[in-house]
Nanobody, 124 residues
Framework: VQLVESGGGSVQAGGSLTLSCVASEYTLSTYYMAWFRQAPGKEREGVTAINSRGETNYADSVKGRFTISKDIAKRTLYLQMNSLKPEDTAMYYC???????????????????WGQGTQVTVSS
């Protein structure tokens, strides 16, 4: 399973960014997938996840601001980030778990495939 993220960058607080993760059609249509982030000196945290049926799960810190979605035809998982805050600054990673239909978890121990990450920096 290969995952390739893009879309990171620098933005001012209140701005928006959309991250993309390219994967195979099989992965996107069958696996539960997620976005994680890790800030310097902090543990990696689950941001949001989606399963093959489109059910989603969000960390409380991003509810109402971030949206996960996927376009299987384009082989892409998205993370739309609005109302960005300086505390959203981190390296963001796309991850894939497996072909299991459950509420997609936000704990990284359930994810076995990882992208290389894309940096998001939010300035105040």
């Amino acid at each position: 399973v290969q995952l390739v993220e893009s879309g990171g960058g620098s933005v001012q607080a209140g701005g928006s960014l959309t991250l993309s993760c390219v994967a195979s059609e099989y992965t996107l249509s069958t696996y539960y997938m997620a976005w994680f982030r890790q800030a310097p000196g902090k543990e990696r945290e689950g941001v949001t996840a989606i399963n093959s049926r489109g059910e989603t799960n969000y960390a409380d810190s991003v509810k109402g601001r971030f949206t996960i979605s996927k376009d299987i035809a384009k082989r892409t998982l998205y993370l739309q980030m609005n109302s960005l805050k300086p505390e959203d600054t981190a390296m963001y990673y796309c991850a894939a778990g497996g072909p299991r239909n459950w509420v997609p978890p936000l704990a990284d121990l359930w994810y076995y495939y990882w992208g290389q990450g894309t940096q998001v920096t939010v300035s105040s």
